[in-house]
């Protein structure tokens, strides 16, 4: 590895980052409403949700990042200003107005994100109260309680941060993100911040960005439902004093592994957090046609509930795994495709070659099944592409969590 | 209604089909071999899954079914034939010569269905010898066990029948499904059978069953996976004496009314069977652009485990319905959107208007969610097209009965 990890780092481990959160009241005790703060200009870029019904905060904040330096994002947990309508719209442009006052800028450089409850309107007078406070909350040791202040029904807030070198200055890269997945009533957003000190070129950043995005926040998945509300927002301050990175730098390979680092443990956190999981589930899918083909297998593989289900009770069950690859959309022979279940320790057993099942050893399967992390891999002779994903199992406490009433 | 139900009517109640089933011994006690058989020559038409993993008997129907007088089905339940490789092929192949030679006909004339375990091969000896007794059972009252026959999971039958007149002459259609999604192991395989004595043109028959696929079985969802081994077919024998009806026959909307009242009903059942379901979910979409879009809306719906669970919890959570609709892939405007809950009993409570949540009350909504039978109305401004869906919800027993050990 060519990056450091920072122990306890966070979104204001980079230089020239600052966060601050506080209790507004949106929540009924913990903080619920968080600012992260950059105090150079900053070169940025974000991807949201492509549900079609996309919150009012995700609509502006797609604005925001239609302009360069964006210089602080402004976060509520607890309400998640979806189904709201023109109201919700407003209520934002005024939470954005209000949080661009308390920090000197102009509003379209701050951005917003809101996770919580759909259909309630946002509660604007405890909000415009606690933005002020959160202004003035801001510090450069605030990342590990505004990690705390994203989440929802998160079990622990999700942070990392590494440093590497680029043309020999130490370069920063940190993050947060919430989101359990398998979680409480309208809750199931996944948010994610990262910020980074290094000076960067947009057009490389935007690209490489929605590379890594596309590697790690798009392939994990836990229940298949995409939010109304998911956003990645990733702000590059420059104050690291390298050259700047583009394709063409010669450590930019460096910058993106370090880069991918960050994304994709806080993305892997959001999966192990998913609430009523009880395995995490890694699916490796190996020689498909296209990147495209082996995203799409490994994700069927993944969403499946009859896999999930499986895998909680420990059965290796790959006659549903090769079903679901069978529907992925993916092209492939089967009589081409081998099949090997693994675990964290390690331990493989290859239970599918050429479509056959092998004569393998039912009580090795068994063995391997009881570990916390299950690996799939699955390898067809379609071509040279490959993709990794990462899921969870499925347990009675989805059902319990998710089928009580909301309250 | 321009049909007639025909009380305890099955797939052998339209004149000159007929049904044998036996115990050959791929299960351990109950019927596992079914043969349904036209005496006249046949119409016939068949929709199969698209799953790339395909069960030999799927390739080998899609074989017979480019040819014209299909006089016979082969069903064995207990094992599916799939992941099987060239061996399972020569098996299906050695079955479909064994029925033929036990009925007189030609392997071409004989479709096979299989649904069971995936991965191991057909127990030969048994089937061979149970296929001559199948033959030697078959009878025009055989329908009703037939339909046991071909279950796996199902916890009952799935049958129906209706008689219409056209030309003045009786027209009967019947049929008979197994399948109930929420399922044990690698037994998720929906298999559907339906027989008309009804004189129909080839080209209009393959026309109109597609698109009532698309309408019935289609639009069922239980857990979102497609089986390697889903077939329907559609023998018509023509015996009844009509006018061959075509698209320009006057009585056609008759007959394909008819058609879809069996189809839909079995598709149904098969719903309404899901193991671990505790209620039937319908979803009708409306004002949509076209009818892939209304489709793609109900059954996204349909599909989300955390619509699933909400309704198992009697929960009225329309964001997360709302959540499912914007990631349908549908096109629609939110700000058009209107959503209503309503039961068997007819029910309903509006909870959303022009994208915005009324002011409805909840103990409205908790009493419309007691019920058995919970429907979804969901209207957008985006056109003229609808479309209706059938789930059911999520329960513990889910898990419970897909996570437990193969056996």
Same mark, same amino acid.
């Given at each position: ?21 506080? /209790? ?36 502006? &904040?797609? !604005? ?18 979806? +189904? ?8 934002? /442009? ?6 661009? @006052? ?38 450069? !040791? ?8 994203? *989440? ?48 960067? $070129? ?12 596309? $590697? ?30 583009? !394709? ?11 880069? *991918?680092?960050?994304? #994709? /443990?806080?993305?892997? &956190? ?15 899918? @190996? ?26 009770? @420990? ?7 090769? +079903? ?11 009589? #081409? ?10 331990? =493989?057993? #290859? ?15 068994? !063995? ?15 071509? @040279?592409?490959?993709?990794?994903? =990462?899921? +969870? ?10 089928? &009580?009433?909301?309250?």
């Amino acid at each position: 590895m060519t990056y450091t990890l920072i122990p306890g780092g966070n979104a204001t481990s980079p230089t020239g980052f600052k966060a601050g959160s506080v /209790h507004s009241g949106v929540k009924s005790s913990k903080d619920d409403l968080v600012i992260l703060y950059s105090e150079y200009p900053t070169v940025a870029t974000a991807v949201f949700t492509q549900n079609l019904a996309a919150a009012a905060p995700v609509q502006i &904040s797609r !604005e925001v990042f239609q302009q360069q330096d964006v210089r602080a994002v402004l976060v509520n947990s607890g309400n998640a200003n979806a +189904c709201t309508g023109h109201k919700g719209l407003e209520d934002a /442009h005024l939470t954005q107005q209000k949080a661009a @006052e308390a920090l000197n800028l102009k509003p379209h450089q701050v951005a917003l994100a809101s996770t919580g409850v759909i259909g309630l309107p946002l509660p604007m007078d405890k909000l415009l109260a606690g933005i002020p406070m959160a202004a003035e909350a801001l510090s450069i !040791e605030g990342g590990a309680k505004a990690a705390e202040g994203i *989440m929802t029904t998160d079990t622990n807030p999700k942070v990392m941060a590494v440093a590497t070198s680029i043309n020999g200055k130490i370069v920063t890269i940190g993050g947060m993100a919430k989101g359990s997945g398998m979680i409480n009533p309208n809750m199931a957003t996944m948010l994610g911040f990262v910020t980074t000190d290094a000076a960067v $070129d947009p057009a490389y950043l935007k690209k490489t960005f929605k590379e890594i995005v596309a $590697d790690t926040y798009n392939m994990i998945t836990v229940d298949g439902d995409t939010s109304t509300n998911d956003t990645v927002i990733l702000l590059a301050g420059g104050s690291a004093g390298n050259e700047i990175i583009d !394709e063409n730098h010669p450590e930019e390979a460096k910058f993106r592994e370090a880069l *991918m680092a960050v994304n #994709q /443990h806080l993305a892997v &956190s959001i999966v192990k957090d998913g609430e009523g999981a009880t395995k995490l589930i890694e699916a490796v899918t @190996e020689g498909f046609a296209t990147k495209a083909d082996a995203r799409m297998a490994a994700k069927a593989v993944l969403n499946s509930n009859l896999v999930k289900t499986a895998i909680f009770g @420990e059965d290796g069950n790959w006659g549903r795994m090769i +079903c679901s690859l069978g529907y992925s959309g993916a092209a492939f022979d089967l009589n #081409q495709v081998a099949l090997s279940l693994g675990n964290g320790q390690d331990q =493989w057993v #290859q239970v599918l070659e050429k479509g056959l099942p092998l004569d393998y050893d039912e009580d090795k399967v068994a !063995e391997v099944l009881k570990d916390k992390l299950i690996k799939i891999h699955i390898t067809a002779a379609a071509g @040279e592409a490959s993709a990794r994903g =990462w899921g +969870c199992d499925f347990s009675y406490d989805y059902v319990k969590i998710n089928g &009580s009433y909301r309250s």
